[in-house]
């Protein structure tokens, strides 16, 4: 079984411009990378994204589960590789600088219905579940070192406990929760909290990232006995899946390689060997679930193999040294 390189390379350029960084190791500066990353900002369907993005905050999020939402569509250029160099990009960035807390975190809109606690009207406020995909949209865009981003990292590192990230809320949201048990972690918040300091050096390898890491193996193990704010590892958790918007296999997968200390962690291997086995002859994985928001776009149809869920899962394999068999 061999990594599909040239088919990869034979999709569109956003495609093609991870390929050549995250597989073939390109250096950024290389013409074969340059040339391909202008026909990216150049895609039709990458510009109609940040066209949407660029109007950030945008609409409310009334729940972190819909794919539809700025949010995640932010979350997803960013790992693409796009900087603040690109178009609309510096827009956007800085309409999300301009709504720090006083806490540090990155406000958005956000609308909890009564039902549920909350107030029932738009508010800027910033949960667990979504402040550090902000956070590392802003990193993902080249802007680690700004003071702002920097203001927020310390203040997501901060709110880790002994089991990892809490279901933790902005003050404006009062004692407003998910539904668990207010001393147990919260699985969802761990995992995008590792994804936005696996990207800063300075806090790839503390012990806070230790202790997240460890939290989300932890619940592997314990997958049959806890289900932390009902957050499950079971069939569906391990479906395939894109973007990576909620709390999954390959999401899991995706963050935790990239911590070159856990690379060879059992645990983490036992998932690997799960995604493995989901290719086919050929090396290319197929989508087995969509969010139907992002059904216009190449992995959102189940149909035929997915180059970005292929180029995903292989980039966690490869770096886990994980070959195929």
Known sequence: MNRPIEWLLDGPAWIQYRTRLDLLEHPMDSREVATVRGSMLADEQLKALLAEVAEWPGPPLGSHKDASHLLHKLAFAADLGLRVSDPRIARIADRILDRQSQEGTFHIVINIPRRYGGTGEDQLAWMLCDAPLVLSALVAFSLEDDSRVQRAARHLAGLIRENGWPCAVTPELGKFRGPGRKTDPCPYATLLALRALSDMPEWRD????????????????????????????????????????????????????????????????????????????????????????????????????????????????????????
């Open 206 to 325: 503390s012990e806070v990232c230790r202790v997240g890491a460890e939290t989300l193996l932890g619940l592997w193990e314990q997958r049959r006995e806890r289900r932390p704010y009902l957050f499950a590892m079971g069939t569906d958790f391990a479906k395939l899946k894109a973007p990576l918007i909620w709390y999954d296999m390959l999401h899991i997968a995706d963050v935790l390689t990239r911590f070159s200390w856990l690379r060879q962690d059992g645990r983490l291997l036992e998932m690997l060997d799960i995604v493995r086995a989901k290719a086919d002859g050929q090396g290319r994985f197929t989508a087995e679930s969509v969010w139907n928001a992002w059904r216009g776009w190449e992995f959102g149809q189940k149909r035929v193999p997915s180059r970005w869920i292929t180029l995903l899962a292989q980039r966690a394999l490869r770096r886990a040294n994980s070959p195929f068999a």
